[in-house]
């Protein structure tokens, strides 16, 4: 997809509903351009200009999406409400995150991470600071992909044991022998506005900046899945250093979509 953008039009005179319920800016536009060069139809349904907003059940929407387009993305909070959307679709949904999963961006991760080193079995990744959704969707993608993968969180922000994934508090046991480091934002948008304070004291220690990065395997890559807080989660050399892939993994949203929604309408 990404060597040739233009080289399936799989969607073409079709439409994909996205329904947006949580802010966006990668996943609405690599979604939009990606289903355009599949020839496509990207259908945005703002849930405050949908019948959603007022009370009409995701059953009723399933329905009738599932009527009208070839498949469904949503971003929404509860992993219930993707369930229930996909429970009574007759077309694929896709999860455009969730409070507890992010998986179309560990699909552009793992791109990443493939462009990089060629290949994907046996590399090691470690992920730095909050125990989120796009950490565990690297843990269960990840081990899909034979990637090994070691999340470093402080305690209260550590994940459940997920998908064989190394869990530890400590930062750089996790980075040793990584060939990427990985970090996301400390206050997502499915955290309280009031819990900020308290998760950039615990979280500090873990950003990811040169030190945490040169305690890495030689080569290792910095990556970050955006938006980004210079000076907290990340440092601006990090960010825009040498090291980091951060801009790749952005645009490579919208060729691992595109490759997922191949496979699921074709
Ligand atoms: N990484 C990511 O999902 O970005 P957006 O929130 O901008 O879509």
């Given at each position: 997809m990404k060597s040739n953008p233009l080289g399936s039009d799989v969607l073409k005179r079709r439409a994909v509903a996205l329904i947006f319920?949580?802010?966006?800016?990668?996943?609405?536009?690599?979604?939009?351009t990606g289903i355009v060069e599949l020839g496509g139809h990207p259908m945005i349904l703002r849930t405050e200009d949908t019948q959603l907003a007022r009370g009409e059940s995701i059953r009723d929407t399933a329905y009738v999406l599932s009527r009208n387009a070839a498949a469904i993305g949503i971003r929404t909070g509860p992993d219930e409400l993707v369930r229930e959307l996909a429970q009574y679709a007759t077309v694929p949904v896709v999860n455009m995150l969730t409070a507890d999963h992010h998986p179309c961006q560990?699909?552009?991760d793992l791109l990443t991470l493939k462009e990089n080193f060629g290949e994907l079995d046996g590399l090691k990744l470690a992920y730095v600071g909050d125990g989120n959704n796009v950490a565990r969707s690297l843990a269960i993608v990840g081990a899909l992909a034979g990637v090994e993968i070691a999340i470093a969180a402080p305690d209260g922000y550590q994940l459940e044991p997920v998908a064989g994934a190394e869990l530890t508090a400590d930062p750089y046991e996790a980075v040793k022998n990584a060939n990427a480091v990985y970090t996301d934002v400390w206050v997502s948008m499915n955290d309280s506005p009031e819990t900020a304070a308290a998760r950039s004291e615990a979280l500090h220690p873990y950003q990811l900046n040169d030190e945490l990065l040169a305690a890495a395997a030689p080569g290792a890559i910095a990556l970050h899945c955006l938006p980004a807080h210079p000076g907290d989660e990340i440092t601006e050399q990090v960010l825009y250093?040498?090291?980091?892939?951060?801009?790749?993994?952005a645009e490579n949203r919208r060729h691992g979509?595109?490759?997922l929604l191949e496979l699921l309408c074709a």
């Open positions: 319920q949580r802010h966006s800016t990668r996943t609405r536009v690599s979604f939009e560990a699909l552009a250093g040498e090291r980091q892939r951060i801009w790749d993994q979509q595109k490759a």
